[in-house]
């Protein structure tokens, strides 16, 4: 296989296991939701937040306060499969290609729990929640959530990973 070939391969393969990650990040949510009333995170306040970033605004006092961006919901969902793509070319970058061909678990699992990062220190603060969903009435249940989601996340990633081989 050229090397062209392999890459393109490699490419497709970060496409659908990003995109096979979030969908099981969603099917978790709708479980949550539905058997425990926990609810998630609505992706049209990520679209405003984004929405609102061309206009100079990336962090506000109370993303809910925020006057709406137009196609929010539209943004917000892009984002998140965009989003789950991104860290699923990430994985690869840490890992190393030879993941696409032979995944395991742990690397997958792990790196999920470490993009925790991103929504405790960058979106959520950037939303208004605080570092860490400090501002949220009960931060530990949303931190709990939040890297539990991501380990599912990861779990994801693996169980595409095994099924498009």
């Known amino acids: 296989m050229s090397e062209l070939s392999q890459l393109s391969t490699a490419l497709y393969q970060i496409l659908v296991i990003g995109i096979g990650a979030t969908l099981v990040m ?5 479980v949550l939701k539905r058997l425990f009333n926990i609810p998630s995170l609505d ?22 306060n925020a006057a709406p961006a137009r196609f929010e919901k539209a943004i917000g969902w892009f984002s998140h ?17 030879e993941w696409l061909t032979a995944p395991t678990l742990f690397p997958a699992l792990l790196f999920g729990v470490a993009t925790v990062i991103f929504p405790f220190f960058l979106m959520q603060p950037c939303l208004g ?20 989601t991501h380990a599912v996340f990861g779990l994801g990633m ?8």
């Open 158 to 165: 693996y169980l595409t990973a095994v099924i498009i081989l």
């Open 43 to 64: 992706y049209a306040l990520v679209g405003r937040w984004l929405g609102h970033m061309p206009k100079g605004t990336f962090a506000h006092q109370s993303i809910f």
């Open 129 to 148: 929640l605080g570092i860490a969903a400090s501002r949220t009435p009960k931060p530990m249940n949303a931190r709990s959530k939040s890297l539990l």
């Open 81 to 97: 499969y965009l989003i789950g793509v991104l860290f699923a070319g990430g994985l690869v970058a840490v890992v190393g290609s």
């Open 26 to 30: 969603d099917v978790w949510a709708i």
